[in-house]
């Protein structure tokens, strides 16, 4: 292999033919010298120049979206890409926010089936007094006990008290009065009391409190061996958190009554000590598919009465069917149902069965199931601060207090982070959910601030309370997978229904929502800021006027990642047809702008491949912000590359033969800017990642090269790009300005041949794109210059056998058989 490597220096004159220390005959001694000095001083004025282009080129090549030349990338854009797939398929068709449903459901008519939300246990009727008989014989029918029901009712029994913990809607309270109603069937029936006229189950109402229920045990209107349910609300305005002393002294109370009592609490931080207390025990939910088909059966048997158990059994069948068809569970979007829900499932799915609904309307009923739930977490969250604080005590031992704003608002800014979180780490929601605990506080009582206790959260409760589940799982930290526990919603529709309610019903809210996701979009980790970006897109959707005002353009004129932040959202919205052409028309502009910051999000967005109307528009607006001449071309023609680079991988399989004739078009442009901004991105064509180029889903031919520079990619994947490819670079490798970053972009490429475990990696692209670069013998020598400074790499050498074998494979089997016959000659 030869030394020798080309230069690019300015063509030879006769002079410097000439023999060293032989003069002109004309010339002088003392001319000859000025001469020389004259050669040398215009030498190191050439060699000068060159190292400025140089320098000033390899600006060009900085870290994309980095504020300042000397900054790296805000970002791990690598896991940014894999972020934002993992996050888009959460707001994907079906769970599309501007989908054709309604974001809330009251009630409604499908067909001829009326269809609510309240359980029929719900009613007004259980909410004080005795429960009537009929309805416990009714609920002992239908009831579908949870796991752990025995050891529930062995305790009540045991106790006589029974804390129940749980969230709201799991069938709490059918539980506790299905609890009740065993334990009072075989108590002696009470003397004269309602108990024994009636029901030995009484609801109590919660405002008396657990010491007057002790206090009044076995008066005429409390009788003794009846079973007495109180639903606590502890975040009601005058609630007490009853202590120790108030419980044992109920039981006490019940057990010389010969009575039971269940107190039912919703889990989180104030219902903490309740629950963790000799009393408190947890109640999970009915299993779903059981729940299902109890709720099914007894819609069937209602409709069908009379009719044979045959009849009712192959309905119940086709019923199941139904409910597990990809149609009916991607319109759910629930993977557990609450005794409500599957009621409300179940008469859909019979009236559909039976004729009463069309398959539409059968999907947008349960549609809403979600919505619901939605609507339900968020309604009338704050009621409790508009009561003074300190009204409504009866109790004079202790005066109850308005509930803090932080304690009440915990559990819907944990709901609302883990809708647009969903998917990261539990530490990175609720570190969200606190950040905007805050906003909502301030922006509910400004005059006061806010204050959470340190060491009073409830994981599990919040994760309760939000239907969500913990999964093991990695995130990524400086480049690197490391185990976290991850959190999402237990539902594909629940993400959309949240933001839909949060954003369409609750106007005021939107204020701290917006302050919050700023400060999201200042986050460094990808797991966070990319996510957030996604569901804020969404948002915009819903309303573009205000979206684009809060949250669109001030992001856009901030900081490089609040611009990529802004970026993310604009190509969220492009996905929605309905405002495809108004995001266009906005990049269109932006990428006019004069203000740099406007056309870096433009270029940032066009580079997702959606804001604008084709490639060759989204080519000619990065070319607009890539050769600007304002003084902002060392920030304009790395951001302008970058995203055109970003266009080849996308899955148009034209797009990138198209993109590659631009390249070529620009670094033969006349005007020196064009020709720049084509070296450029060739060089980031070159030496960037397939997996770092923040796109969706690469091209198909892409495969799973994700760690391999995406022109050895293409090569290996599209053969027939080898040779434009191989042209570009052979432009950037003979041009002065960018020879020196084109041959570290070279090297870098052969250094991926083979991983340091000695496995093959990018290879077989080397093997495409090589003998296309190494063509004519001036490529040979300048390949052969490179591998033996590589080799002779005093801080990472070279293997020579690699080495070797990379030269072999650009130069083809022919010249190694010449070469092999010269040298046994």
């Known amino acids: 292999m030869s030394a020798d490597q080309p230069s690019d220096d300015a063509p030879e004159t006769p002079d410097q033919h000439r023999p060293e220390g032989r003069p002109n005959d004309r010339e002088g001694p003392g001319e000859t010298d000025r001469k020389q000095d004259r050669q040398d001083s215009e030498r190191d004025d050439k060699e000068n120049e060159r190292a400025l282009a140089a320098g000033q080129f390899k600006a060009y090549t900085r870290a994309p979206f980095a504020e300042e030349q000397d900054e790296d990338a805000p970002t791990d854009l690598a896991s940014a890409s894999r972020t934002r797939r993992a996050t888009r398929t959460l707001f994907e068709a079906g769970r599309d926010l501007t989908h054709d449903q309604r ?14 939300t309240d359980a029929p246990l719900r009613g007004s009727s259980l909410r004080s007094g005795p429960v009537p008989a009929e309805e416990l014989r009714a609920l002992r029918r ?62 109590v109402d919660p405002d008396g409190g657990v010491r007057q229920l002790a206090a009044k045990l076995g008066d ?136 009463e609904l069309s398959q539409p309307d059968l999907l947008a009923g349960c549609r809403t199931l979600a919505a619901d739930q939605a609507q339900e977490w968020f309604a009338g969250v704050d009621r409790a601060l508009v009561v003074p604080a300190g009204k409504g005590a009866e109790d004079g031992a202790r005066t109850p207090q308005r509930p803090g704003t932080a304690a009440l608002f915990h559990p819907v800014a944990f709901r609302i982070a883990l809708a647009f979180l969903g998917g990261a780490s539990h530490s990175a929601v609720s570190s969200a959910a606190h950040l905007l605990t805050w906003e909502l506080s301030v922006q509910c009582d400004p005059d006061h601030t806010p204050a959470r206790p340190l060491f009073c959260d409830d994981p599990q409760a919040d994760v309760a309370l939000s239907r969500a589940e913990l999964t093991d799982g990695e995130v990524e930290v400086a480049g690197a997978g490391v185990a976290a526990r991850l959190i999402w919603y237990r539902g594909g529709a629940l993400p959309s229904a949240v933001l839909a309610e949060l954003w369409d019903r609750h ?175 060739t060089i980031w064509l070159a030496s960037t990642r397939v997996d770092r180029l923040l796109i969706d889903e690469p091209e198909p031919s892409l495969g799973e090269r994700g760690d391999w520079p995406l022109a050895l990619a293409l090569a290996a994947g599209r053969p027939e790009l080898a040779l434009p490819i191989a042209d570009l670079m052979w432009t950037a490798l003979n041009a002065v300005r960018s020879q020196d970053v084109a041959m570290d972009a070279l090297e870098s490429m052969l250094r991926t041949a083979v991983r340091k475990d000695g496995t093959e990696w990018t290879r077989p692209g080397l093997a495409v794109l090589l003998p296309a670069l190494a063509a004519e013998e001036a490529d040979r020598r300048r390949l052969d210059w490179l591998l033996r400074r590589m080799m002779n790499d005093p801080d990472d050498p070279f293997p020579d056998t690699l080495a070797r074998s990379l030269w072999w494979l650009a130069v083809g089997q022919r010249d190694r058989s010449g070469q092999e016959e010269r040298s046994h000659g």
Request: proline letters at 5%; charged letters at 25%.
């Open 103 to 116: 974001s809330f459901f009251d009630n409604g008519h499908f067909g001829d089936v009326f269809l609510g």
């Open 142 to 203: 239908a009831h579908v006990v949870p796991d752990g029901y025995v050891r529930l009712r062995n305790a009540l029994r045991a106790r006589r008290l029974l804390v129940l913990g749980a969230a709201p809607g799991t069938g709490r309270t059918s539980t506790a009065l299905s609890l009740l109603a065993e334990v009072t069937a075989d108590a002696p029936e009470a003397a004269g009391g309602e108990a024994a006229a009636g029901s030995p189950v009484r609801r």
């Open 220 to 355: 005429d209107d409390f009788p003794g061996r009846a079973g007495y349910l109180l639903e606590l609300s502890l975040a009601r305005p005058g609630a007490l958190l009853p202590d120790g002393l108030d419980l044992d002294e109920l039981a006490t109370a019940l057990a010389r009554s010969e009575a039971f009592a269940v107190l039912v609490v919703t889990v989180g931080s104030a219902a903490g000590p309740l629950i963790a207390g000799r009393y408190g025990m947890l109640c999970p939910p009915a299993p779903t598919q059981e729940l299902l088909t109890t709720r099914l059966r007894e819609r069937l048997e209602e409709r069908l009465e009379g009719h044979a158990t045959a009849d009712v059994e192959e309905l119940l069948a086709r019923a199941q069917e139904l409910a597990q068809s990809a149609e009916v569970v991607d319109a759910v979007g629930l993977k557990d149902l609450r005794p409500a829900e599957a009621e409300l499932l179940a008469s859909l799915l019979a009236g559909r069965l039976l004729g």
């Open 507 to 681: 106007f005021p809210v939107r204020a701290p929502v917006v302050r919050w996701l700023r400060l999201l979009a200042d986050d460094q980790r990808p797991q966070v800021w990319v996510r957030a970006a996604v569901a804020a897109g969404e948002l915009c959707v819903r309303d573009f006027d205000h979206g684009f005002a809060e949250l669109v353009r001030p992001l856009a004129e901030g900081s490089a990642h609040r611009r990529l932040f802004a970026a993310t959202m604009l190509d969220q919205v492009a996905g929605h047809a309905s405002h495809r052409k108004a995001v266009r028309k906005l990049v269109e502009d932006w990428s006019r702008s004069g203000t740099w910051s406007l056309r870096s999000t433009a270029a940032a967005a066009l580079g997702f491949g959606n804001c604008a109307d084709s490639a060759g528009d989204a080519l000619d607006a990065l070319a607009r912000i890539g050769v600007r001449d304002d003084g902002a071309q060392s920030l304009g023609a790395p951001a302008a590359a970058f995203n055109v680079v970003r266009l080849l991988a996308l899955p148009d399989s034209g797009q990138a033969v198209t993109v590659l004739g631009r390249m070529g078009d620009w670094i033969r442009h006349k005007r020196e800017r064009y020709q720049t901004l084509g070296l450029v991105t």
